[in-house]
T-cell receptor, first 115, second 110 residues
Framework: EAQVTQNPRYLITVTGKKLTVTCSQNMNHEYMSWYRQDPGLGLRQIYYSMNVEVTDKGDVPEGYKVSRKEKRNFPLILESPSPNQTSLYFCASSSSGTGGHTEAFFGQGTRLTVV | GENVEQHPSTLSVQEGDSAVIKCTYSDSASNYFPWYKQELGKRPQLIIDIRSNVGEKKDQRIAVTLNKTAKHFSLHITETQPEDSAVYFC?????????FGAGTTVTVRA
């Protein structure tokens, strides 16, 4: 079954304690991205990756890091989380070859609370 | 980069009526315009998409129109039903970034 898997689904942490949210896809997609969803602000892109070892900042990258060492995995790292990073996070993947983008598949979401 | 604006932010319609959501984009190089539906507590899922070489696309009760000259595209839902109640997001690609609008909360009144 084609899917994007995020872990954990829920996380409560304290300010400054490093954390990683994992994302894995089994569709051999080139393009992966991370979004945060906050009420009234829609889905804002944090980082995206066009392929292995190719990443770029989205619209709200401050306070986040990513890596793309393998095609299937795209972890989101918060080195020193702060309360303003409390949000619902989604990972997504899609194909982005010469034909352009195709449907983006989203993970289940990770609800992060930083206290 | 791409900037996508979406209107209205909330929309309440009587069951059976039509709903229209409008989006504008800034990057004339954008060539892919998907629409996603997010039900409460769930992930966004694609409901329809359109590419820049097509002006209109329809799938049962939903349709999308694209005006490249004006850089806007719209989602039309006809004969609305209670299960259409959700948040709808438009999106556009530019520079490989898939940028989303802020979303429209649609409520279908029985």
């Amino acid at each position: 079954e084609a899917q994007v898997t995020q872990n954990p689904r829920y996380l409560i942490t304290v300010t400054g304690k490093k954390l990683t949210v994992t994302c894995s896809q089994n569709m051999n997609h080139e393009y992966m991205s991370w979004y945060r969803q906050d009420p009234g602000l829609g889905l804002r892109q944090i980082y995206y990756s066009m392929n292995v070892e190719v990443t770029d900042k989205g619209d709200v990258p401050e306070g986040y890091k990513v890596s793309r060492k393998e095609k299937r995995n795209f972890p989101l790292i918060l080195e020193s989380p702060s309360p303003n990073q409390t949000s619902l996070y989604f990972c997504a993947s899609s194909s982005s070859g010469t034909g352009g983008h195709t449907e983006a598949f989203f993970g289940q979401g990770t609800r992060l609370t930083v206290v | 980069g791409e900037n996508v604006e979406q209107h209205p932010s909330t929309l309440s319609v009587q069951e059976g009526d039509s709903a229209v959501i409008k989006c504008t984009y800034s990057d004339s190089a954008s060539n892919y315009f998907p629409w996603y539906k997010q039900e409460l507590g769930k992930r966004p899922q694609l409901i329809i998409d359109i590419r820049s070489n097509v002006g209109e696309k329809k799938d049962q009760r939903i349709a999308v129109t694209l005006n490249k000259t004006a850089k806007h595209f719209s989602l039309h839902i006809t004969e609305t039903q209670p299960e259409d109640s959700a948040v709808y997001f438009c999106a556009a690609t530019g520079d490989y970034k898939l940028s989303f609008g802020a979303g429209t909360t649609v409520t279908v009144r029985a």
